[in-house]
């Protein structure tokens, strides 16, 4: 099986379209098939971290690393069983892959070679458009909404595959893809390629999960408000409209403002008493859901691996940190703005018979980072993002890589 799947991957990957049906009946060893424990869940173990995952959206489910004084915190939000992801109704996209197009399309709609397509809406409904006025992470069965296959489980890491079928959510053409998360000493690796097998499409992935680095342990604040972010390369955002519609302009995030976390780390709740924030994401909405540039050309070439973190988040309670290494040229963060109590937490997270925390998540206790390209890039012709973010047979695949390293910072102080 796993080695179906490798040869299959290679050919896919240097660009030749192969049958993956095809592939997986060839004759190999025989390889057990993958065991999930018995709340469904897949998981694989690195030095001093180990993680949970399940088929639904390819999703994250449990991250396990211990805390400064030694103690094990699980610091992504998520479900207890792999059943419930399909069950729950408020599909809050816990640590899944949104596809094939994550992010927000305006009017769900976009031109490709002269031809408009028109794409599933389910954002934003008003009377004269009840199903939304845009689309949000691939549409309303959009690939977190689906079960992956598991194509490859070690101890270390999961490979999940999905085949998204042609004109599915209105997207034109089948496109075939494959997750990989590996884990290593103290880090979290990802590999996403998807490669368009019959027509040109745009794609465009991420990994939607949410962190509070406390594990809601935490017995002053259950919020995320003090945790410490930083983006070094982010002096310019993506303007948006009051729906969180890319306008097509480009803004400075000025030293000091709310949206600058590139010139100093700052706590995510650091500007929230300033009025600038009311309506940062969105209406009547204060937070942020927010499309950071990330700008490293000028400092001469890198090499994404080694050449410092795109972004860095920290907690001075637990001591974790984490630095994210990637090759992608955006930087969405959301501090969950859109919370109010009532989801679960896990029970490996939390505190447990602690009147003055309820075992939910609150407004603003956790936080959204996906790395990914500039929002909506396929409606702005003028920001050039085409070879990004359209892809077609026989041409190069879509790749998205990124590296998530932990470590303990107890300098770590609010700033
Ligand atoms: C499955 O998980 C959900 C949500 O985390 C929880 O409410 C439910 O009790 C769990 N079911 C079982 C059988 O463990
Ligand atoms: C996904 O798989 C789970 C079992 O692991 C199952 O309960 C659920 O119905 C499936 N969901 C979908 C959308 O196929
Ligand atoms: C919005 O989408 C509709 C349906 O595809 C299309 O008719 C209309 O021209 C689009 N509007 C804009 C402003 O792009
Ligand atoms: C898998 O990883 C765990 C945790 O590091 C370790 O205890 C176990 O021995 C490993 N199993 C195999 C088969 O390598
Ligand atoms: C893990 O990394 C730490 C420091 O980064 C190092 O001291 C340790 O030897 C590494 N462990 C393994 C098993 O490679
Ligand atoms: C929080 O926990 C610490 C360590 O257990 C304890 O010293 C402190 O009093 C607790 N604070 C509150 C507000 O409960
Ligand atoms: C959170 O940060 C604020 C502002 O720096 C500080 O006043 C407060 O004590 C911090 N709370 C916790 C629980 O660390
Ligand atoms: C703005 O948000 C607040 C708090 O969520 C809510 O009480 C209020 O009704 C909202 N106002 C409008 C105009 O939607
Ligand atoms: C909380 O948010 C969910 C999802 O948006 C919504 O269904 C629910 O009604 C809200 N609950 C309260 C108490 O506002
Ligand atoms: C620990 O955090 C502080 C404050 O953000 C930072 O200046 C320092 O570089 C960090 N240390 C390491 C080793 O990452």
Known sequence: MRLDWLSGATLLLSGVCVNVAAS???????????????????????????????????????????????????????????????????????????GRYANRIKNSSFELDGQSYQITANENPTPEHPAG????????????????????????????????????????????????????????????????????????????TYWNLDGFANNETQSVLNHTFYLPYSGQRVAVDNILIPTGDIVANKEGSVNDFWSAPKQIGRSF????????????????????????????????????FVARLQSAWSGIQLDVYSDQEAFQMYSCNGQNGSMALKKTQGLFDNPKFPRTIPQYGCVVLEVEDWVDGINQPEWQRSSKQIFEPGGD??????????SINSTATPL
């Not at 991250?63 to 479900?79: A, C, E, N, S, W």
């Not at 999905?162 to 990989?180: A, L, R």
């Not at 009547?284 to 000028?298: A, E, H, I, M, S």
């Open 24 to 98: 997986r009946s060839q004759k190999t060893v025989e390889k057990p098939v993958p065991k999930p424990d018995k709340d469904g869940k897949y998981w694989i173990h690195g030095q001093g971290i180990s993680a949970a995952f399940v088929p639904y959206g390819a999703s994250v489910s449990n991250l396990l690393i211990k805390d400064q004084y030694g103690i094990q915190r699980d610091v992504v939000t998520g479900f207890d069983n792999a059943t419930y992801y399909t069950l729950d109704r408020q599909h809050p996209h816990f640590g899944g892959v949104p």
């Open 397 to 406: 695949p879509y790749v998205l890589q990124a590296s998530y390293r932990f």
């Open 133 to 208: 006025l845009d689309t949000l992470h691939g549409g309303p069965d959009g690939w977190d909404w689906r079960n992956f296959t598991v194509v490859a489980h070690s101890n270390t890491s999961i490979t999940f595959s999905i085949v998204d079928p042609d004109g599915k959510e209105g997207f034109p053409g089948e496109v075939v893809s494959f997750i990989t998360y590996t884990l290593g000493n103290m880090t979290w690796d990802f590999k996403m390629v998807a490669i368009p097998t019959t027509k040109k499409t745009p794609i465009m992935l991420s990994s939607h």
């Open 273 to 308: 008493s300033d009025p600038e924030l009311e309506g940062n994401c969105g209406f009547n909405c204060t937070g942020y859901d927010n499309c950071w540039l990330v700008n490293r050309d000028q400092d001469g070439p890198y090499d994404w691996r080694l050449d410092g």
